[in-house]
């Protein structure tokens, strides 16, 4: 039996409500933009609470294996890759 690799996406707890509470989901993607399609077509309205149009939202950092990415949507991701999307909070 062959062991498919893919990469983990963690998701961020303000949005595990759409996910029925998982903390991390494994996809099939190459890039960042093609992780967040696959959670939009398992969790629908994953996408709009991380993007804003065609972007990832000013507010969230994406992480690929550890380092902030500033390719955001067009990171590569291998099949071990490890994603997290940060959220900042604002608060007073």
Do not use: Y
């Not at 969790?43 to 990832?56: A, S």
């Not at 994406?62 to 940060?86: A, C, I, N, P, T």
């Amino acid at each position: 039996m062959v062991s498919l690799l893919m990469p983990t996406i963690f998701i961020p707890a303000p949005i595990r409500d759409l996910t029925g509470g998982k903390v991390s989901v494994a996809v099939s993607a190459s890039s960042v933009r093609e992780a967040i399609e696959s959670l939009e077509a398992e969790f629908p309205g994953i996408k709009d609470r991380l993007c804003e149009g065609d972007r990832v939202r000013s507010n969230i950092s994406v992480l690929v294996d550890g380092q902030v990415s500033h390719l955001k949507m067009r990171e590569k991701l291998r099949e071990d890759s490890e994603v997290h999307f940060v959220i900042a909070i604002s608060g007073g």
